[in-house]
């Protein structure tokens, strides 16, 4: 089961780029990289996912080295409200379905 | 798309009572639908897989006769807390996934928090 290991917090002043990097050393070869967000008392948000390179969506930026042992989640210019919980998780299948386990995530503390 | 819903969103009952808990997939079908659990300031908790028509799979520590999975449709599956203790006052979360692949995003609901007295 890969494990994951992020920072526990970030503070980040608005309108910067936030990089939160993820580390999997013990991803397998089938196993996709998820980012997701949590606001307080909600459920977490999909926000990006990626084999290997790069990813880019209209939220965020996935980024991937070649040996996929880390990543980075990237949010250009964050603004107050990116304020969340964001978690990294790697794809286990277990039983012919996927099952994920989530780290500690990282708090970011977008700062006005 | 890819919406879920869960209800209720907060619920309180008096320790001993059972509750229920739906999860539904709204705009698509899920073949597989997760039960997760998080404490105050922690992280989500995996307790169960489930796919449809199937029996769930319980992590490891979760009692399956404590936790009820019913994933009687490709749109709803049910978490039942029986006998419910004031430990068990958490904040249940499910997801649902089309395919249950690796590969496949899971889609979470908004969660339901749950206080027993």
């Known amino acids: 089961l890969a494990k994951t290991t992020q920072p526990i917090s970030m503070d980040s002043y608005e309108g910067q780029e936030v990089n939160i990097t993820c580390s999997h050393n013990?991803?397998?070869?089938?196993?996709?990289i998820t980012w997701y967000q949590q606001f307080p008392s909600q459920g977490p948000r999909f926000i990006i996912q990626?084999?290997?390179t790069k990813v880019t969506n209209e939220v965020a930026s996935l980024f991937i080295p070649a040996d996929r042992k880390s990543s980075t989640l990237s949010l250009p210019r964050v603004s107050l409200s990116d304020t969340a919980v964001y978690y990294c998780l790697v794809g286990d299948r277990s039983g012919g379905y996927q099952k994920v386990t989530f780290g500690t995530g990282t708090k970011l503390q977008v700062i006005p | 798309g890819a919406v879920v819903s869960q209800h209720p969103s907060r619920v309180i009952c008096k320790s001993g009572t059972s509750v229920k808990i739906e999860c539904r997939s709204l705009?698509?079908?899920?073949?597989?639908m997760f039960w997760y659990r998080q404490f105050p300031k922690q992280s989500l908790m995996l307790m169960a897989t489930s796919n449809e028509g199937s029996k769930a799979t319980y992590e490891q520590g979760v009692e399956k006769d404590k936790f009820l999975i019913n994933h009687a449709s490709l749109t709803l599956s049910t978490l039942t807390v029986t006998s419910a203790h004031p430990e068990d006052s958490s904040f249940y979360i499910c997801?649902?996934?089309?395919?249950?692949?690796?590969?496949?995003?899971?889609?979470f609901g908004p969660g339901t928090r749950l206080l027993v007295l």
């Open positions: 997801s649902a996934s089309r395919s249950g692949l690796a590969r496949e995003t899971q889609y």
């Open positions: 705009d698509f079908q899920a073949t597989t």
């Open positions: 990626g084999y290997k």
């Open positions: 013990n991803i397998a070869t089938n196993d996709y």
